[in-house]
């Protein structure tokens, strides 16, 4: 298993403007998840991109991932107060258990 | 469909005593596994079990133990508490073992403090 690495560690911007955060890992991937976690609740999926994607979206949720460069990064568009949260990326090669770095904290002031 | 249930939602325990915390996946979920986060080592991984079988184990002491049941409910167990021990742990389920793909669903945790 590997961890990804989240940067920034913490993010803060006006509600309405984009918020960009990016997971770097080690190791070749099968695939790599993000996931939200709101204080004090459980991690929540957002999405998962596979190593033979380049982009994917959902909603106001951009995914780009580059296996050249072993990292991958999340856009999150027309931001509002509920995005505030913590995000975490988790690569995955093979059947390997989920491991999650220290996340980006990411704050939207209003 | 209902989520992944946690219970108790807090629990405060004194040094020495154990604990034992409950999880209830998703229905149809085989796989359910346990993370520990705190504030300064993050999401730590305890194990994971899949139709009753633990199938990968974090670097967790001894008294870190889980089960799973035949209805893929499960159980972590926690003995002689200390201190360090205070945290969020948090369940997740899936329908696939970790790692081939299907995301997992967490609970919203159950937060325990140690005395």
């Known amino acids: 298993s590997q961890q990804g690495e989240e940067d920034p560690q913490a993010l803060s911007i006006q509600e309405g403007e984009n918020a960009t955060m990016n997971c770097s890992y080690k190791?070749?991937?099968?695939?790599l998840q993000w996931y939200r976690q709101n204080s004090g609740r459980g991690l929540v999926h957002l999405i998962l991109i596979r190593s033979n994607e380049r982009e994917k979206h959902s909603g106001r949720l951009r995914v780009t991932l580059d296996t050249s460069k072993k990292s991958s990064s999340l856009l999150i568009t027309a931001s509002r107060a509920a995005d505030t949260a913590s995000y975490f990326c988790a690569p995955i090669q093979g059947a390997q258990k989920l491991v999650f770095g220290q996340g980006t904290r990411l704050t939207i002031n209003p | 469909k209902a989520g992944v249930t946690q219970t108790p939602r807090y629990l405060i325990k004194t040094r020495g005593q154990q604990v034992t915390l409950s999880c209830s996946p998703i229905s149809g979920h085989r796989s359910v596994s346990w993370y520990q986060q705190t504030p300064g080592q993050g999401l730590q991984f305890l194990f994971e079990y899949f139709s009753e079988t633990q199938r990968n184990k974090g670097n967790f002491p001894g008294r870190f133990s889980g089960r799973q049941f035949s209805n893929s409910r499960s159980e972590m167990n926690v003995s002689t508490l200390e201190l360090g021990d205070s945290a969020l742990y948090l369940c997740a389920s899936s329908l696939e073992v970790q790692g081939r793909g299907a995301p997992l669903h967490f609970g919203n945790g159950t937060r325990l403090t140690v005395t």
């Open positions: 190791t070749s991937i099968n695939n």
